[in-house]
């Protein structure tokens, strides 16, 4: 919601690319959320409600603080710009947890290659469209995104090998505890079978 406060015509001109991606962003990301909470109960809905409301009201509170306080188009980008950076660098820096259980696991199974160069290429389109416009504001929270989605795939090609090794490793060993619960199974219906017998004769 900070990036549609930042393409409005009051505060940026000329942003209409903007405008539109986040107002289809937003309707997507709302989708998810009713369906999160159609399906959620107890502490879990409320949490996410408080959530929700929450950001709705510091967007408002910072639209309404700078529309009125701010009153030139540069104070008003350069202010909800700098706020913008910041959550967007904290968006692509979230997959950093991630990427430290990568290395600790040497196993990239909850990493998903797809999403690592979906936001690469995401990161790279907007720092493309960034350095057109030369707008500092978009091109270095996408530049860090950039980064980090590098360093994911390089992660993945890594640890690759490793994770197939792994979960080999895995499904043989499930492989395993299977048959010897058969090979158990089989054992106490013999024993069944022979008292049953004891008893008929």
């Given at each position: 919601m900070m990036w549609l406060l930042y393409g409005l015509p009051a505060v940026t001109p000329h942003n209409m690319l903007i405008i539109t991606i986040n107002v289809i962003g937003i309707t997507i990301e709302l989708h998810y959320i009713a369906l999160f909470l159609a399906y959620s109960v107890g502490a879990a809905r409320r949490r996410v409600l408080l959530i929700l409301v929450a950001e709705v009201a510091f967007v408002a509170a910072v639209a309404e603080l700078v529309l009125n306080l701010a009153h030139t188009h540069t104070h008003r980008s350069m202010v909800v710009g700098i706020l913008c950076v910041f959550f967007e660098a904290g968006m692509y820096a979230a997959p950093l947890s991630v990427m430290k259980m990568v290395i600790q696991t040497k196993s990239v199974e909850?990493?998903?290659?797809?999403?690592?160069?979906?936001?690469?290429?995401?990161?790279?389109?907007?720092?493309?469209?960034?350095?057109?416009?030369?707008?500092?504001?978009?091109?270095?929270?996408?530049?860090?995104?950039?980064?980090?989605?590098?360093?994911?795939?390089?992660?993945?090609?890594?640890?690759?090998?490793?994770?197939?090794?792994?979960?080999?490793?895995?499904?043989?060993?499930?492989?395993?505890?299977?048959?010897?619960?058969?090979?158990?199974?089989?054992?106490?219906?013999?024993?069944?079978?022979?008292?049953?017998?004891?008893?008929?004769?």
């Open positions: 909850y990493m998903p290659l797809f999403l690592s160069l979906a936001s690469l290429a995401c990161g790279i389109s907007w720092t493309a469209y960034a350095l057109i416009k030369f707008d500092i504001y978009i091109t270095i929270p996408n530049v860090l995104g950039v980064m980090f989605a590098v360093g994911q795939v390089i992660l993945y090609a890594i640890y690759y090998k490793s994770t197939q090794k792994i979960l080999e490793a895995r499904k043989g060993k499930a492989n395993q505890i299977s048959m010897a619960e058969v090979v158990i199974d089989g054992k106490n219906g013999n024993a069944t079978c022979s008292g049953a017998g004891n008893g008929h004769y």
